[in-house]
């Protein structure tokens, strides 16, 4: 043996002489942390001693990697008890401002002290091993503007407490890194002091650029496991709190856009650690998903300049930085230009295909141009084109988009036939209308309604053909490419599914209020399950006036759900409500779409965001619909009913204004881009008199007759509009 090996061998069983000390040691007597995470220790809440002795387990765990406890001194942590006695005896003396100065050094500097601080009960082993970080906001906050009041009496001259805290934090954060690369951090409770750091007002100040880039540079690598704690913790926080942290980084991420300094590695951390926050969000539903959009990108930057660099990165194989990457933060509407640009990109490949194939095969007549109709062939083929008669709408729908070779992405034209006329936008909405009317109406079959009526929801007893529902998934589809919004009522939760997004029990509170309240009663209810409410793994429903019985799991209906099993009952109820029950009638609807919206860019939107891009946004700036309306008949803008008409629509509820928008549309949102960038027109409909105010909802255009009164326009207006509410009316 040689002297490496030799050396080597000596090395191998210092190390598990080493770790067999320790863990004997630890075993028996503890680390002395107040909490220990490691599952060795005594000083672990949880840890519960084998029947074996210590000298048993030491030597079977000396040779694995498995983590243990470091031999160190861990300052006290920092409790309410203690700030109290900071506050009340606050002073400028030498002897107070060392304390608290030591303290701070002490707690701040340390990430287990830290992570043990400002707790809000006594009980280590159930705060840190909760689904909440259990912090006390009252006494950090009290500590927090201690701080900053004893930093403004200290001279300039002085360390400044808060640069002493920074560091100190620096430190804190360097010694978690430098353990977690060691494999001993391992529990989520490990992480409760990050949750402590933005409880600090100044975090976000260039004071603590330091140890904040560590922070970012931290969670970038942390494990799954443990960025799933941190997205829990989270998702437990009050809205105000949680807001003001989002809107926080999202301030941070406009000033290095502005400004230009775009550190990629900076920034990637700042939106990364938005991620977190926006994954807690779909977890609570604490704020709109609205609120972490970063308006200052759609501002600066350019949606194709993105997609570009988002096309060269998968294609060449490159890793420029692009805000494609992180689409939580992109506005809706920068997410649909960056669609309209892979839906053109991919046009513009087939027509040059086109191109090539009909140059190649066509006669140029002798010439080195091609012919006359050569040319005419390669324009009409820009187009998608359907022909269908009204009678027959929806199998002549059907026929013609079962076509092969189809690029449902190029803009569609439609034309009725034994009708007269150029389809200009107007014959196309029109047939969006119609077919919308037939398919989704409950009284088709294919759908039912859920919520008194607001919402459409998949008839599990329905006996169509999957051709059906499969059409009706392309109609959303080509309604994306053709920017048409549609008048259906899904909730968010099929948006969610057409995307594959995750479900969760939230998702049912939209449409069913009642089920929701149901389940999440069960999950709260701490009394005797199987005798208070006496369930089973089962469901009941109606199958055309008979009840049918469908067991959740094998032999259901003769287990009970106890407090034990509830969480897998809930779980598996809305696996049946929102998937299993509906399967056979989504298959083909999901099926449908996809045939239509390919690509990559779709799966930059969420749920609510698909249902924005379909059905339109919920957002009604009436202001902006009445700066680009344009006039006919005889009115202008200066016609005083003209003006009475804007006035009584700003006067309009939310509701109303709503019903008006459906009246002249055919929907009661806007499109994606807002109120401002329809075509909308006010045409005069003869002078004063008792008739309605009537529109042309393929084109946007309201007829409107010359009122005599503020308060007759007003009525007729109310009357018409009223009139024009429910299911498929246009």
């Known amino acids: 043996m040689n002297n490496s090996s030799t050396s080597d061998l000596s090395s191998t069983k210092e190390r598990i002489k080493q770790r067999f000390t320790r863990l004997y040691k630890i075993l028996l007597q503890g680390c002395g942390r107040e909490y220990c995470f490691c599952?060795?220790?005594?000083?672990?809440?949880?840890?519960?001693?084998?029947?074996?002795?210590?000298?048993?387990?030491?030597?079977?765990?000396?040779?694995?990697n498995l983590p243990i406890c470091e031999e160190k001194i861990i300052p006290k942590s920092l409790q309410a008890q203690e700030v109290n006695t900071f506050i009340n005896e606050a002073s400028d003396t030498a002897m107070y401002l060392s304390t608290l100065y030591k303290r701070v050094t002490e707690v701040f500097g340390s990430y287990e002290s830290l992570n043990l601080s400002f707790l809000d009960t006594d009980d280590f082993k159930t705060t840190l091993n909760s689904k909440n970080p259990r912090i006390d906001f009252d006494a950090s906050s009290r500590f927090f503007e201690l701080v900053t009041k004893i930093e403004k009496t200290q001279s300039p001259e002085k360390?400044?407490?808060?640069?002493?805290?920074?560091?100190?934090?620096?430190?804190?954060?360097e010694t978690f890194a430098s353990e977690m690369k060691e494999n001993r951090i391992a529990e989520v409770g490990q992480l409760r002091f990050i949750m402590l750091l933005f409880e600090i007002p100044e975090i976000f100040d260039f004071?603590?650029?330091s140890p904040f880039i560590h922070l970012l540079n931290l969670c970038l690598i942390l494990p799954a496991n443990l960025k799933q704690g941190l997205i829990e913790w989270f998702s437990t926080y009050k809205r105000e709190k949680f807001a003001k942290i989002v809107e926080n980084f999202s301030n941070i991420i406009s000033i290095q856009i502005i400004t230009n300094d775009e550190d990629t590695g900076y920034l990637k951390g700042l939106i990364m650690f938005t991620k977190i926050l926006f994954e807690a969000n779909k977890i609570s539903h604490i704020i709109s998903y609205e609120d972490f959009y970063v308006e200052t990108i759609s501002q600066e930057k350019e949606p194709k300049e993105e997609y570009l660099i988002w096309l060269e990165n998968k294609y060449k194989n490159t890793n420029e930085f692009t805000y494609t990457d992180y689409p939580w933060i992109l506005e809706c509407e920068f997410k649909a230009k960056i669609l309209d640009e892979e839906s053109e990109y991919e046009m513009r490949k087939e027509i040059k295909n086109d191109m090539t194939r009909i140059l190649a095969s066509a006669p140029t007549g002798g010439m080195a141009f091609p012919s006359l109709d050569t040319i005419l062939q390669i324009q009409n083929n820009v187009f998608y084109k359907i022909q269908v008669r009204r009678d027959n709408l929806l199998e002549g729908t059907l026929n013609q988009l079962s076509k092969t070779n189809i690029n449902f992405k190029k803009p569609m034209k439609v034309k009725f036939?034994?009708?007269?006329?150029?389809?200009?936008?107007?014959?196309?909405?029109?047939?969006?209308?119609l077919i919308t009317r037939q398919l989704f109406t409950p009284d088709y079959g294919m759908f039912t309604t859920k919520e008194n009526d607001r919402f459409l929801w998949f008839n599990m007893n329905s006996i169509e053909a999957p051709l059906n529902f499969e059409l009706a998934g392309m109609i959303l589809g080509l309604a994306i490419?053709?920017?048409?919004?549609?008048?259906?009522?899904?909730?968010?939760?099929?948006?969610?599914?057409?995307?594959?997004?995750?479900?969760?029990?939230?998702?049912?509170?939209?449409?069913d209020s009642d089920l929701y309240k149901s389940l999440k009663h069960i999950l709260e209810y701490q009394g005797n399950l199987e005798e208070d409410l006496y369930m089973q793994f089962q469901v009941t429903y109606d199958f055309y006036g008979e009840h049918q019985v469908h067991e959740l799991i094998p032999n259901g209906s003769n287990i009970n759900v106890t407090q034990e099993n509830k969480e897998e009952y809930v779980k598996l109820y809305l696996d049946w409500y929102l998937n299993k029950s509906i399967e056979v009638q989504f298959r083909p609807f999901y099926k449908g779409f996809n045939k239509v919206v390919t690509g990559d860019a779709i799966r930059l939107f969420t749920g609510e965001e698909l249902l924005t891009l379909i059905c339109g946004s919920p957002h009604l700036d009436f202001a902006q619909l009445e700066k680009v309306t344009t006039y006919?008949?005889?009115?202008?803008?200066?016609?005083?009913?003209?003006?009475?008409?804007?006035?009584?629509?700003?006067?309009?509820?939310?509701?109303?204004?709503?019903?008006?928008?459906?009246?002249c549309t055919g929907s009661d949102r806007a499109p994606i881009k807002g109120l401002g960038s329809m075509v909308f027109i006010i045409a005069r409909h003869g002078p004063d008199s008792d008739i309605l105010p009537s529109a042309h909802t393929c084109f946007n255009h309201l007829l409107l007759p010359e009122y005599s009164s503020k308060e007759k326009l007003r009525e007729k207006l109310i009357i018409a509009t009223s009139n024009a509410e429910g299911f498929g009316l246009f």
């Open 39 to 64: 599952s060795f220790c005594k000083n672990n809440p949880d840890f519960q001693f084998p029947n074996e002795s210590a000298a048993a387990i030491a030597l079977k765990n000396s040779t694995n």
């Open 159 to 173: 360390n400044s407490l808060k640069s002493i805290l920074s560091q100190s934090l620096k430190n804190a954060l």
């Open 207 to 209: 004071d603590f650029n």
């Open 417 to 433: 036939q034994g009708e007269q006329g150029v389809d200009e936008g107007g014959v196309k909405k029109e047939f969006f209308q």
């Open 481 to 511: 490419y053709n920017s048409v919004n549609l008048d259906v009522k899904f909730p968010v939760v099929i948006y969610k599914k057409l995307l594959d997004e995750p479900l969760i029990l939230k998702d049912v509170e939209e449409f």
């Open 632 to 663: 006919e008949g005889g009115f202008t803008k200066d016609t005083p009913i003209i003006k009475q008409f804007w006035e009584v629509v700003h006067e309009f509820t939310e509701e109303q204004k709503k019903a008006f928008l459906s009246f």
